[in-house]
């Protein structure tokens, strides 16, 4: 297991939902919930210096059949945007295939009331994510997902 600080991120139309882990990789907490836009991209980027993250975690929200949709495409086109202002730190994306369902679910055992969940549900989908991506590089000794890196000219070029 790598060692450090990763950041997880539940891209959605209206808000984005951010999860840090500890150094070690072994915990993934809750962080903030952020206008999606421009201001998110800003303020994961502004995380990532501040916390010196190894790397970004990205949801990929694909299709039951694996197909990417709208939605993952809107995710891979903000993990691409991500990846331009971090440099050199690289951005993963992660299938995240029912993150927000099993969010859902975990908030409503924990008690929480369904009306409450819009707040939080974000952040708790970013710690479903990175907690996902941490447990796949614990069992297969490799970092998770596709790395999103950009070629000389600052295109998007993704890499498995």
Known sequence: MRNGIRIGVDVGKARVGVARSDAAGILATPYETMPAGHRALNGVA???RDTSALEVIVGLPLNMDGSEGAAAKDARRWAQRLARKILPVPVRVVDER???VQ???QLREAGLKEISHKRVIDQA???IILEQ???LERTSGEAPGEVISLNAGGEPVVEE
Do not use: I, N
């Open 103 to 105: 969010a859902h679910r």
């Open 133 to 135: 991506a941490l447990e």
């Open 98 to 100: 029912l993150s927000t």
């Open 125 to 127: 989908a970013a710690v």
């Open 46 to 48: 502004k995380l990532v």
